[in-house]
């Protein structure tokens, strides 16, 4: 494999591109000059430098000397009765940026595969596990996974995993609240989600 | 305007059709042999004949002798203590398929604009009110509309209108639960999504 | 099968329409007033009373007293040197409306399938035949077909049936041009219309 | 701006990519190990090392030895008699790829902007002007561009600038035909299309 083909395999790793837009971006970089591919190059190894992955929630945040937690673990205003547990990062920014939550959070690092025997060291379930047993104030635990098959079983399995450690300080697991979101059509829904709007009607 | 263009302004009011379509429609009619059309004319006069709007929910259905009511109003086994409200024939439908709930339904007929004064005229509220002072055994009633600002506003409306009479008669009043819907990621999803979704956590 | 499924078969024939939007058509004119769906019963038998095929080019035309042929084959300022043949009416439609072509028109009724025997019971290439021998001031005969297997299929078949009798009358047969259309964009282009592009340029 | 907005805006940049997916790529970086980011960075540095610009027909190509000229220019079995004038790298390797044409080929650097006055600074017009005296063998000069209006005005453009050099050496200039291209049905074409395709029939 040429060098062409060689960054083409690497772009193609990217979220959400395929074969024909890889070979795009490595066009666009060699056609683009010198100072971009520079550039481009100096921010990549900035990110692993100046970010870092905060030792209490597991998401990536911005170092500025060296702390050990980000920025939402350090924050006092922090809701310490609470604990989001989400996938992956951007789901944890998307909820952010939304302002209806103001607990912590924590970055799972995946959702459980169905079939899979090797789950622990696929997602931080002792991290978390460790996690809760360090939070004395917390109260509830919610849990914020996408809902699909893998969402759902990644829901059973972390209530079980967590739930010896919770009874014993009486911490509530909850998950968010499943129904109809915005723009839904009630004529074209799913039966699942008919099922939940009507079991989690109020 | 010419037959051609007369026949597309009608198809053009069928749900979904625009200009283009409409003209394909007019355009496959010709087409088509002599007994296809009669076929369809006569469909259409029977679908006026054989169905007939019911008395009691307001959905169309198919009449066999003569019947006031239709088959789920009529039916026994039809859970009366529960009245759900919709705005059409198609929502209700859906939710029938669906095969998750199996109470009595009430077709409001629309949804109430947000900036509208003639509300009454447009959906069949008064004959809600009729209808649910009628219903003996009535607990509860479900508001299912679809999560717009149109059905919001439809939702509030309802409840104002039907306040008094629920009081009096400790008829309770829900509406389908918001929050995540099968296939929801939350990385994309909206701010109010997410905020249900919180807020309906259990 | 009641009347609402026995017309949703019917609506589900229409171009481009599925099962799930035939059955909203059912819903939508049930829920319509009567004069609505009146009014289209009239329509559609007026269609099939004021319409007629046209005796010369197949096309359906607006008839008002009893005419033979159509406006196109009646006008005396249409080219009659130069006859294109189309798939079907609404073909004909788009390439009037684009006031590119001011000859005759012969609708061919379908495209030939690839494999297919009963070729001529479906197209009307017999009346083509006919219509090209009465046709006196002929010069050229345009195939536009769309560019598809079927089309390029079709191409080919009219052109072997017609060459006896255009030779004979020195009738020159062409198509279409092919290349590159617009919006094409040479990045995405397909081999075929690459190779035709190159082949016809000029 | 922190290195997160820092390093999205840069991806903001590659073809195609929004503010949302660029985000998402920043992250996807962040997730990775060192490892994956190490080999992008040098990857994307090797491209720059490995590759170069074609001294005569101006696209990117790998190099081995320190060549000057790409391996299409290089090979004796390129046709010298035709010249393949394209926009970018990107349209240059759809063409290969569709074995449809092996003569050689220039890359223009860009279209030429319909209102713009500093042209000849954008596109490679001076050289392509000296690329065509140098090139004995030449009798044919193709023009390559995408059908829009931009591609239009760069193919009148292109055609002026070259017209007194190929005039006085005989080298015709031609266009890649327009027309129908695969997959075109005649219902749905433009008017530009249709005009084209009856002016190019054959």
Redesign the interface.
Known sequence: M???D??AE?FK????IGER?A?????????RN?A??E???E??????K??AQCKECFR?F?VSKNERVCDICANANTDSSVLMI??????L???RK????HGKYFVLGGLVPIVEKTTKSRVRILELQEKIKREKELKEI?L?????PQGDHTDTYVRQQLKDICDKSSIKI?????????????????????????????
Chains 1, 2, 3, 4 share one sequence.
């Open positions: 040429d060098i062409i060689r960054l690497i790793e990217f979220p959400g837009q070979k795009r971006f490595v066009y666009f970089l060699m056609a010198s971009y591919s550039n481009l190059v921010l990549i190894k900035d990110l692993k100046e970010t990536f911005i989400v996938e992956k990062d951007s789901d920014e998307s909820i939304s302002r209806v939550y919610i914020a996974f996408s809902i699909s909850s998950s968010l609240g499943k129904g109809l979101s915005t723009g839904t059509e009630l004529e074209y829904s799913d039966n699942d989600t008919l099922k939940n709007a009507l079991k989690n009607r109020q």
